[in-house]
């Protein structure tokens, strides 16, 4: 099997169980909601996007890795709808990120994202969140999506054709990735819930 296929397969109960825990839907009810939401993420991505490209060493697998960072995406968002990008607290447990087919691991997370942001996308402009000011997050690389994606999993099945044994290092990698961020917003849930005169919407 194929890498992308084996990722899939074997980190599909974590993208369910995070896809749950985040609830779209209930972060588009409202626009305090809608911010909580891209802040929440804003804590995980920057850091893990701040390890991930630490050093230019991704390059040699992913040469277009400097155009993947969405931190700043965020950033802007975050401040578009009202919020203070500059003011949040930022994850401390990442998954650990030393090696190649650790990072590659995380970015199959992070870089498939951007194909659930379309349908995120069409989502928040049916609720009224299509303004071009506050959805570059979800947008991302916009019409190049389908793109960006199809050359990260072309250069993630080279490296995985050069580097056999490092396919459960990769697969370990994303679960991680998948498992730590769902662990982030149920403590941001739970820091909400704590709120004098909030009523946590789950």
């Known amino acids: ?34 911010l909580w939401l891209h802040e929440s993420f804003l804590g995980y991505w920057a850091p893990l996007e701040a390890l991930l490209f630490s050093s230019s060493d991704l390059e040699r697998w992913l040469p277009d890795a400097g155009l993947r960072r969405k931190t700043a995406l965020l950033r802007l968002d975050i401040d578009s709808l009202g919020g203070i990008s500059q003011h949040l607290t930022y994850c401390q447990e990442l998954p650990p990120l030393a090696s190649i087919a650790q990072k590659l691991g995380c970015l199959y997370v992070l870089e498939g994202s951007t194909l659930g942001g379309q349908r995120i996308t069409q989502m928040a402009a049916g609720c009224g969140y299509a303004a071009p000011e506050a959805g570059r997050f979800f947008r991302s690389y916009g019409p190049q999506v389908g793109s960006m ?22 697969v370990g990698s994303a679960f991680e990735t998948f498992t730590r961020l769902s662990s982030w917003v149920a403590t941001k849930k739970t820091e909400r819930s704590r709120h004098v005169g909030y009523s946590p919407y789950h």
């Open 1 to 34: 099997m194929a890498l992308l296929g084996r990722l899939r397969t074997e980190t599909a109960a974590s993208h369910r169980a995070l896809e749950e825990c985040v609830d779209i839907a209930a972060c588009l009810s409202t626009r305090e909601e809608w």
């Open 149 to 170: 994606w199809k050359t990260f999993g072309e250069r993630l099945e080279a490296y995985a054709l050069a580097d056999p044994d490092s396919h459960e290092i990769v």
